[in-house]
């Protein structure tokens, strides 16, 4: 129909400009993340690519990708160079994803996020009913099944 082709194009124009102002937006933060001047300080033409990623990116403290993103876009490095060096930075996280351990214990962090002895608090109100075992749960941000769980790692029942 003709509504929908305006409609396509409405929405062609506005995907258009909203990119425009991504770019714009993108811009303005690696300026402010990586000035360009400092970055051309900074940089150092004899030593590796990888040498002045890992130091600049202790100094504007971001990731190497970044620096290594600015510099592309200042011309310091070639396309092909950031997309070997980014590609080696993807499978990096890959492994670093797949060979990932644990995310902690919970009964761990409790009793660290709420302070030990608000924990330990709480959960004695509990077992000695001056409070009931819902409301402990809710002091402590958790459910009521994991209220026992946590005393007994923490050696309080």
């Not at 030593?47 to 600049?56: I, V």
């Not at 990116?57 to 490095?77: E, H, Q």
């Not at 644990?102 to 302070?115: L, Q």
Request: hydrophobic share 35%.
């Amino acid at each position: 129909s003709r509504y929908g082709a305006g409609c396509s194009s409405a929405r062609w124009a506005t995907s258009f400009e909203v990119n425009k102002i991504e770019k714009k937006c993108n811009s303005i933060a690696a300026e402010v993340l990586v000035p360009e001047d400092l970055l051309r300080e900074k940089w150092d033409k004899d030593q590796s690519l990888s040498f002045n990623f890992d130091t600049l990116c202790r100094l504007f403290r971001v990731s190497t990708v970044v620096v290594a993103r600015r510099a592309l876009d200042l011309g310091f490095i070639r396309a092909d160079n950031f997309r070997e060096y980014y590609q080696e930075q993807v499978e990096i996280w890959n492994r670093q994803r797949t060979e990932k351990k644990s995310g902690g214990s919970f009964y761990s962090t409790v009793p660290i996020a709420n302070g030990k002895r608000f924990t330990e608090t709480v959960l004695h109100s509990v077992y000695s009913q001056r409070i009931l075992m819902r409301d402990g749960a809710r002091l402590l941000g958790t459910s009521t099944g994991n209220l026992e769980k946590l005393a007994n790692r923490m050696g309080l029942v």
